[in-house]
């Protein structure tokens, strides 16, 4: 199964960055972009692509540790950027420290855990928005490429229709927003399932495989 270690935020923090991306839907050369779906939106702490069921028990064992050594902090979504022309995410802003150090403990646990991970990178906090046609060498926002998952690659516009849209203007647009903060208390094993039917515009789906309480955050 195709799994990854996330943050989600919670459906008041979703509502208030699917309105400012409204607004972005509204630009020039929007209808070119692949957009993802809100209803995937998350924080990726580490990607672990394919897994074998046999796996998953010591995964979610050592990923409940990781949750256990980290105390709940708080999270903001904030501002916005690019990668290489290509990926438009949101930003975070807040306990981002506790959060790089809970990205930090995942990966650490998946490994731990036998999964095959790729070369350790810099974790940069960012969820993914949309995805064009670029590529060119700049690198945008507030740093390079890390932790691009199933949301990025999948799903959008007809290819047809997609063109090579200047990813800057949507991250300046971005620049000033400012989500309402939240306690981030869980970890979250997802599992995602990519799309199948070839439909221009199909997400993919995903599917939490085990919620990892945070420090002494209550489960349930």
Same mark, same amino acid.
């Given at each position: 199964m195709r799994l990854f270690a996330a943050v989600l935020p919670p459906p008041e923090a979703v509502e208030e960055l699917a309105r400012a991306v409204d607004r972005l839907r509204g630009l020039r050369g929007a209808d070119g972009l692949r957009w993802t779906g809100r209803d995937g939106w998350h924080f990726t702490l580490a990607f672990m692509g394919e897994v074998e069921d046999g796996l998953l028990p010591e995964l979610t064992e050592r990923l409940?540790?990781?949750?256990?050594?980290?105390?709940?902090?708080?999270?903001?979504?904030? +501002? %916005?950027?690019?990668?290489?022309?290509?990926?438009?995410?949101?930003?975070? #802003? *807040? $306990?981002?420290?506790?959060? =790089? @150090?809970?990205?930090?403990?995942?990966?650490?646990?998946?490994?731990?855990?036998?999964?095959?991970?790729?070369?350790?990178?810099?974790?940069?906090?960012?969820l993914t928005l949309a995805r064009g046609r670029g590529?060119?060498?700049?690198? +945008? %926002?507030?740093?390079?490429?890390?932790?691009?998952?199933?949301?990025?690659? #999948? *799903? $959008?516009?007809?290819?047809? =229709? @997609?063109?090579?849209?200047?990813?800057?203007?949507?991250?300046?647009?971005?620049?000033?927003?400012?989500?309402?903060?939240?306690?981030?208390?869980e970890l979250v094993l997802v599992r995602s399932r990519l799309p199948e039917s070839g439909v221009p515009g199909e997400q993919p789906r995903y599917e939490a495989v085990a919620r990892c309480p945070l420090g002494g955050a209550a489960s349930g």
């Amino acid at each position: 199964m195709r799994l990854f270690a996330a943050v989600l935020p919670p459906p008041e923090a979703v509502e208030e960055l699917a309105r400012a991306v409204d607004r972005l839907r509204g630009l020039r050369g929007a209808d070119g972009l692949r957009w993802t779906g809100r209803d995937g939106w998350h924080f990726t702490l580490a990607f672990m692509g394919e897994v074998e069921d046999g796996l998953l028990p010591e995964l979610t064992e050592r990923l409940e540790r990781a949750a256990r050594r980290t105390e709940p902090f708080p999270l903001r979504i904030h +501002g %916005g950027g690019h990668f290489d022309g290509r990926f438009l995410w949101a930003g975070a #802003a *807040g $306990g981002t420290g506790e959060l =790089r @150090r809970l990205a930090e403990r995942a990966d650490a646990a998946a490994r731990r855990a036998g999964v095959p991970m790729e070369e350790h990178r810099h974790y940069q906090a960012h969820l993914t928005l949309a995805r064009g046609r670029g590529g060119r060498s700049r690198r +945008g %926002g507030r740093g390079g490429r890390t932790g691009v998952t199933d949301s990025a690659v #999948a *799903g $959008g516009a007809d290819p047809a =229709r @997609r063109a090579d849209v200047d990813l800057r203007l949507y991250a300046e647009a971005l620049g000033g927003f400012e989500g309402t903060p939240w306690e981030v208390a869980e970890l979250v094993l997802v599992r995602s399932r990519l799309p199948e039917s070839g439909v221009p515009g199909e997400q993919p789906r995903y599917e939490a495989v085990a919620r990892c309480p945070l420090g002494g955050a209550a489960s349930g």
